[in-house]
């Protein structure tokens, strides 16, 4: 039973390019959880996904950022025309059900902005 | 603001000693409090804790939440250099159809030989 996914592990992008994320959850779990972590800051919540359905994304900058979580398929953080700061890791985390978000994390991709 | 406050932000003791960390917080809604260990990877969960005075406990790690003082402490006894790591505390917010965590910055322990 393989645990949360995220690919890549490390992105470097330059100033402007755009920057996918993306993670599978855990098999069974519907509930994915984006979170992003600067240096010397703790977890900052993004947005919270169903399938197909945003469900909360108080979290996320009003500009460049979105998210989707399709029926079939990873979750997908897109950052469009990333500035330097945007480096940052993104860890994602996914639960069977609603009120369980003590859930699992993945690994996180480290994103990198030249 | 749902806001989650730990201190120290960071500790280096030899191995052997005994370490508390805290962790308070504000937040509409509470639901659980949570404990996660992060070494340079995904945070891995420790403990989920709902219930005010009920210890959880495992092996040489507990934990125990205080609702009145909106707080909690997290003791680590004969700690090991494998436990050097950033300890994470986290809330949940069961506000509306949400449950998010809100996480404080952290404490970074180190555990010297």
């Known amino acids: 039973n393989a645990g949360v996914m995220q690919n890549p592990r490390h992105l470097v992008r330059r100033r402007g390019q755009e920057a996918r994320l993306r993670c599978s959850p855990m098999?069974?779990?519907?509930?994915v959880y984006w979170y992003r972590q600067l240096p010397e800051e703790g977890l900052k919540f993004m947005v919270y996904?169903?399938?197909?359905?945003?469900?909360?994304e108080s979290g996320m900058p009003k500009e460049r950022f979105s998210a989707e979580f399709p029926k079939e398929g990873p979750s997908i953080l897109r950052i469009q025309q990333v500035v330097r700061g945007d480096s940052a890791a993104y860890f994602c985390?996914?639960?069977?059900?609603?009120?369980?978000?003590?859930?699992?994390f993945g690994q996180g991709t480290r994103l990198t902005v030249v | 603001e749902d806001k989650v406050v730990q201190s120290p932000l960071s500790l280096v003791v030899h191995e052997g000693d005994t370490v508390t960390l805290n962790c308070s917080y504000e937040?509409?809604?509470?639901?659980?409090l949570l404990w996660y260990k992060q070494e340079k990877k995904a945070p891995t969960f420790l403990f989920m804790l709902?219930?005010?005075?009920i210890e959880k406990k495992s092996g040489r790690l507990s934990s125990i939440l205080d609702k009145k003082e909106l707080s909690s402490i997290l003791n680590i006894t004969a700690t090991q250099t494998g436990d050097s790591a950033i300890y994470l505390c986290?809330?949940?917010?069961?506000?509306?159809?949400?449950?998010?965590?809100?996480f404080g910055k952290g404490t970074l322990l180190t555990v010297n030989p």
């Open positions: 709902t219930s005010s005075g």
């Open positions: 996904l169903q399938k197909e359905n945003i469900i909360d």
């Open positions: 985390a996914s639960s069977p059900s609603v009120g369980n978000s003590a859930a699992f």
């Open positions: 098999k069974g779990h519907s509930h």
């Open positions: 937040v509409t809604n509470f639901r659980s």
């Open positions: 986290a809330v949940e917010n069961s506000g509306g159809s949400n449950y998010k965590l809100t």
